[in-house]
């Protein structure tokens, strides 16, 4: 994203669904993070107020627009646990294998380039017995508001800068090294219908059986 859009990101995009209940439902999502935590697609670091307080011994945040990563670090030493930011894509990680005992990704799914590749990554640098917790706009169940979100897909993705509103992104952890551990349907709070349905949850190598 460029700078511009950094710079409006937190207050005019984000902040009346941060104030409606999104910081609620990122708070839930990063519940289970412990122990060494990598965030992929980190965005401005609205989620460093999000984590737990404590059981988080170092935080690595990635994101790959410099602009956003800025924001990050401009937050980071006021964070409850000030990050480490790497510019880098969700689908090419540079750690090695087996790094991290949680990976954390909260409305990122809809972006990245490749899904598939990004959870793969996601599993390779995760720890045995480690855990994947997410928060992700998806495809509706609904029949009729899948059908919207598909009329409209092309346009939001214009507007929105990149997101898509209609990625079936729990089939794509399903079909990944992972396996689901957990997952709730929530509401995006303060959001248009086609990015409304959420899916919060924790996916982990253990699961994947």
């Not at 937050?75 to 510019?87: L, M, R």
Request: hydrophobic letters at 45%; charged letters at 20%; aromatic letters at 6%.
């Amino acid at each position: 994203m460029n700078r511009l859009t950094a710079l409006l990101y937190d207050r005019f995009l984000m902040g009346a669904p941060q104030e409606a209940g999104l910081q609620e439902l990122r708070e839930r999502a990063l519940a289970p993070a412990r122990g060494e935590v990598l965030e992929v697609g980190a965005g401005t670091g609205l989620n460093l107020s999000a984590y737990p307080r404590e059981g988080i011994t170092r935080l690595v945040c990635t994101e790959p627009s410099h602009a956003m990563a800025r924001r990050i670090e401009a937050k980071a030493s006021q964070a409850p646990v000030p990050p480490e930011v790497v510019e880098a894509p969700a689908a090419r990680l540079p750690f090695p294998d087996a790094s991290f005992d949680t990976v954390t990704g909260t409305l990122v799914f809809c972006e990245v380039p490749d899904q598939a590749a990004a959870l793969a990554e996601i599993a390779r640098v995760l720890r045995p017995g480690g855990s994947f917790c997410f928060l992700e706009h998806v495809r509706s169940d609904e029949p009729g508001l899948a059908r919207r979100q598909d009329r409209w897909a092309p346009a939001w993705r214009a507007i929105s800068g990149g997101c898509n509103c209609n990625r079936a992104t729990l089939g794509a952890i399903e079909a990944s090294p992972l396996g689901v551990a957990e997952v709730q349907a929530e509401r995006f709070p303060k959001a248009p219908s086609i990015v409304r349905p959420v899916i919060l949850g924790r996916a982990s190598l253990a699961a994947a059986g």
